[in-house]
């Protein structure tokens, strides 16, 4: 079973297809974060593949699963998704930025730590070991 990330490979897509008409069609099924049209047929490309291919990262993992699931038909033509790593050199190129993470805001309260207790005094042995009653 290939693990679910957020990106996908696209293969059998028309040839003189643009990343602007990738992103489109996709954003249907959520927030786009970047579309790269690849030569020569990418990671997923299967031998004697008809179209182009590219690769699509979305926002979060669920929009992803989404697109791949469903029936995607551009130009008449029936499209192959299946999901990717994304490799180091795409992390690093000068086009990727990173996911946006939805977090919860920090609680508005500084924490304090309670402080342990003071040793008992009636207990000579505790109060033997605390500087507190050492004298």
């Known amino acids: 079973m290939v693990r679910?990330?957020?990106?996908?490979w696209v293969g059998n897509l028309p040839e003189n297809i643009s990343e602007e008409r990738i992103k489109e069609h996709f954003k249907r099924y959520g927030p786009v974060q970047s579309v790269k049209v690849l030569a020569g047929g990418g990671v997923g490309g299967e031998e004697g593949s008809a179209g182009i291919c590219a690769t699509?990262?979305?926002v979060d993992i669920c929009s992803a699963a989404k697109a791949h699931k469903a029936d995607n038909r551009l130009?008449?033509?029936c499209l192959k998704t299946?999901?990717?790593e994304a490799s180091l050199s795409a992390l690093s190129s000068p086009q990727y930025?990173?996911?946006i993470h939805l977090h919860r805001e920090p609680p508005s309260h500084q924490y304090t730590p309670t402080p342990p207790p003071a040793p008992n005094s009636n207990n000579?042995?505790?109060?033997?070991?605390?500087?507190?009653?050492?004298?």
Not at 127 to 133: C, D, E, G, M, T
């Open 75 to 77: 130009e008449d033509r």
């Open 4 to 8: 679910e990330t957020r990106h996908l």
């Open 82 to 84: 299946t999901y990717h």
């Open 97 to 99: 930025t990173p996911p």
């Open 124 to 135: 000579p042995a505790l109060a033997a070991r605390s500087p507190r009653f050492s004298g």
């Open 56 to 58: 699509v990262a979305f």
